[in-house]
């Protein structure tokens, strides 16, 4: 948990505020009960929120800091992780998935 003097929540640069409301009309239409974004450029958090409630039904409000059970959430990882071998130059989108596996 973060110290009470900071304010992590509201935490949002301008260009991140079209996100926050992308987030917040899906929870309006029922897609989800809430989202959390902590976004850092060169070292420094350009967005940090959370909107929604902590679950379904619950009059809890998420916060940056609530528990998330992970569900799907790999894909999400993985991707980032997957982009990043492709910066490097370790991974190509176009190489068959058997050249990165071992075989056998």
Do not use: W, Y
Request: some cysteine.
């Amino acid at each position: 948990m973060s110290s009470p003097d900071i304010k992590r929540d509201s935490i949002l640069t301008p260009r991140f505020s079209a996100v926050r409301n992308l987030l917040e009309r899906q929870i309006d239409d029922g897609f989800h009960p809430g989202a959390q974004l902590c976004v850092e450029l060169g070292g420094e958090i350009v967005a940090d929120f959370a909107v929604g409630k902590a679950l379904i039904g619950s009059g809890t409000p998420l916060a940056h800091d609530s528990v998330m059970p992970l569900f799907s959430s790999a894909k999400s990882i993985t991707s980032v992780a997957i982009r990043a071998l492709v910066d490097s130059g370790r991974l190509n989108f176009d190489d068959p998935v058997a050249t990165h596996g071992k075989s056998g």
